[in-house]
């Protein structure tokens, strides 16, 4: 349980100090930061293998991994036209969930081919640096905020902008409700239809199947269809598809209604992020910063749905999802009347 809390933590610790330095040295700057630290990140267990050395290099896996997810996406946004961000962005999250489904099967592959699963991490080392390199040699014009640069004052200015906390405050229940969705989903089937987790675990493979395949339709969806009428519709589709899951008796349904659901939920995210930018753009750098402090709702909500399932039922503990998703919901109507 440590190595991953090594990765997360630095969600918390560091997502608002990232937002100030790229704000003064520039997104792709910090992006390629981020890359390089990774890469790093990557070559201190390939160098010595020990417990220690994988902690250490979690830990600086775990720092790359905030810097880039601060500023890849402000990144994407500049480089997008006014009606391609949200659609851009929920691009970028369908390639990064190809990149995580295929992770796991390439280095696998590699370990079975070479006989030595850490030749891994320098491939992986060499890929980030590369990448860095190359991002580095592109003509990029980014946006340069008209304002005097970032200081922990000028984000905490922005928690006083109500449509702002509105947003942080979904992309915080969204994540939870994701983290909790894939951790819970199981259980809570094998529990109400009296099947194996093996065969309840399916439902997983279907939620992240119609994440996929949602976010690939709101790629090219979202370039077409407003973005604020888009985000009530899927709002709306995750509650009413999540309450029905609880609701619905047969098991073939639900398999249905979890696809639906993942549908509705896929591109919640990319959404949110694109229109809190787009409300203070010369403040996105400080936004971008909130936005991932706010993942750690997916260490929050989680833990809270394990203390109501104890208490009372893993059923009753579905609701802490069915409330997250209603405040999500309340998130699109105030941004359409707003």
């Not at 989680?302 to 609701?319: A, C, K």
Request: charged share 10%; net charge positive; aromatic share 12%.
């Amino acid at each position: 349980q440590l190595l991953p809390s090594m990765v997360f933590i630095w969600f918390a610790l560091l997502a608002i100090p990232t937002g100030i330095f790229q704000d003064r040295k520039g997104k792709r700057f910090t992006v390629n930061t981020g890359m390089v630290i990774t890469g790093i990140g990557m070559l201190v267990p390939f160098v010595h293998y020990s417990y220690l050395t994988a902690v250490v290099g979690f830990m600086i896996l775990g720092i790359g991994n905030t810097i880039l997810q601060v500023s890849a996406n402000p990144l994407l946004i500049d480089i997008s036209s006014k009606n391609s961000k949200a659609a851009n962005l929920s691009l970028s999250q369908f390639v990064k969930a190809i990149a995580s489904m295929l992770g796991p099967i390439i280095a696998t592959a590699f370990a079975t081919y070479t006989g030595n699963w850490k030749l891994i991490f320098p491939v992986y080392a060499a890929l980030s640096f590369l990448t860095a390199i190359w991002l580095g040699s592109m003509k990029i014009e980014e946006s340069k905020p008209e304002k005097e640069p970032a200081t922990l004052k000028s984000v905490l200015k922005m928690f006083k902008v109500k449509f702002v906390v509105v947003m942080i405050l979904s992309i915080f229940f969204m994540v939870g409700f994701d983290v909790a969705m894939n951790s819970n989903i199981a259980n809570f089937l094998s529990q109400k239809f009296s099947i194996t987790i093996e065969k309840a675990s399916l439902a997983i493979s279907i939620y992240f199947a119609s994440l996929m395949l949602g976010r690939l339709a709101g790629a090219f969806l979202l370039r077409k269809l407003n973005t604020i009428k888009f985000f009530i519709v899927s709002a709306l589709i995750t509650l009413v598809g999540l309450i029905a899951i609880i609701l619905v008796n047969n098991i073939n349904i639900t398999w249905a209604l979890i696809f639906i659901t993942g549908l509705g939920f896929s591109n919640i995210f990319p959404i949110v992020f694109a229109i809190a930018v787009e409300n203070k753009p010369e403040y996105a750098n400080e936004i971008s910063g909130m936005i991932i402090l706010a993942v750690c709702g997916g260490a929050i909500i989680p833990p809270i749905m394990g203390l109501i399932s104890d208490n009372f039922g893993v059923t009753q503990s579905l609701f802490v999802l069915v409330a997250s998703i209603l405040y999500v919901s309340y998130s699109a109507y105030y941004a359409a009347k707003n």
